[in-house]
């Protein structure tokens, strides 16, 4: 393995450096930052910014506007989008619509590529992505899927509640999981005026990084085309895992941003405060929350490309991306509130950034599946039978 950088990724990585700072962090005071996120206008100003820049949904394949990115080039840029909160809107980087783009740009037909993932992909409409249910539904177990689909004629009728439903406000098209007459899942696509679907209200949450914020849907006799099924019928949970196994690594790589953020901030202030005599961070007890960071934003950059690596080489990645979110997840935790411990009163104020990606960082260890889970799916398969295992 060679993580050394090519000269054209280490210019892409410090123009998406200088685009940041220079075009997206200028607006982190906006008055357009709400508690559900980044008004839409606000998103639609930086999206402009960004593709005069040449930096719009670069993971997008070219045919579609973007770069092409594979898994390693994402991790370079998407850890430099995540420098900011508004980053990532900015880029179109952001989630549910990063991982949409992906998972339509796999499965969707061309049919519907030019109808919803181009837009989408152009920074013009968004997604959501709509799974997860309240009790007893689906959560962290799939298998509890509880919205159902049931074919008439040429539609389905979808019924069913989600919440938790990032970006759901001013989102122009949905991905709804549902389950089949058999038990299976398939996934499909409906716009989000038609009727039988219903915001029911927006989630008061502990993060505001997301537009449109954390809705809850209600989808009553919803008639979806059956032209308008995404992938094949019974394919849902498959088709998941091709979106969220990327998905996961990509959550890692923007809040890696976030949390070198954090620590800068927190260096800079050590470097100026004095306290009893010298300078903050020459007391050891800060001191050694600063090298604690330095270890695991590392450990946390290199268990990101290692397993970018391993997915640009064709493998699944499914054990090795929970691994990852697992570790990444804690770890850049970690790194933030030691940040906010550095900063003492500004730490838990507006007058840091800090407090806001600290905020809005400890729904991470949530997203995309819970540690507890992830821990769980990893000892299972570490105690599976394997082939040649002694009797």
Request: glycine share 10%; net charge negative.
């Amino acid at each position: 393995m060679d993580f050394s950088l090519s000269s054209s990724l280490l210019e892409l990585q410090q123009r998406t450096r200088d685009f940041i700072a220079r075009e997206v962090m200028p607006y982190e005071r906006d008055e357009r930052n709400t508690a559900h996120g980044p008004s839409e206008s606000l998103r639609a100003e930086l999206v402009e910014k960004a593709r005069a820049a040449g930096l719009l949904t670069p993971h997008a394949s070219p045919d579609m506007g973007g770069l092409g990115l594979d898994h390693v080039a994402k991790a370079i840029v998407f850890e430099e989008a995540g420098y900011s909160p508004l980053g990532p809107v900015a880029m179109n980087i952001h989630a549910p619509d990063e991982g949409n783009i992906h998972l339509m740009e796999a499965v969707a037909t061309e049919a519907q590529k030019e109808r919803w993932l181009r837009p989408l992909a152009a920074g013009r409409i968004r997604s959501c992505f709509a799974m997860t249910e309240p009790a007893p539904g689906a959560g962290a177990d799939p298998s509890m899927l509880a919205t159902t689909a049931t074919r008439d004629g040429d539609h389905y009728v979808i019924n069913g509640t989600k919440w938790f439903i990032t970006g759901a406000l001013g989102a122009s098209f949905a991905i709804i999981m549902a389950k089949m007459e058999d038990g299976s899942a398939t996934m499909f696509l409906s716009d989000m005026d038609r009727p039988g679907i219903r915001l029911e209200r927006l989630m008061d949450s502990l993060d505001s990084c997301f537009t449109g914020g954390h809705g809850v849907l209600t989808f009553e006799n919803l008639r979806v085309p059956a032209g308008d099924v995404l992938g094949e019928i019974g394919k849902g949970f498959r088709y998941a895992q091709v979106r969220l196994a990327p998905a996961r690594l990509t959550h890692c790589m923007r809040w890696l941003g976030q949390a070198r953020r954090a620590h800068d901030v927190a260096l800079a202030y050590a470097r100026e405060r004095q306290a009893f005599g010298k300078a903050l961070g020459e007391h050891e007890g800060v001191g050694f929350m600063l090298a604690d960071n330095e270890i695991d934003l590392l450990n946390a950059r290199l268990h990101i490309w290692h397993t970018a690596w391993l997915l640009d080489q064709g493998g699944r990645g499914n054990i090795e991306s929970s691994l990852a979110k697992v570790s990444c997840s804690e770890a850049e935790w970690r790194v933030v509130d030691r940040c906010v411990q550095i900063l003492g009163g500004r730490g838990v104020t507006g007058e840091s950034i800090v407090m806001r990606i600290f905020k809005d960082m400890r729904a991470f260890r949530i997203y995309d599946g819970p540690s507890e889970v992830h821990r769980w799916s990893i000892a299972r398969k570490l105690m599976a039978p394997r082939r040649g295992d002694a009797s």
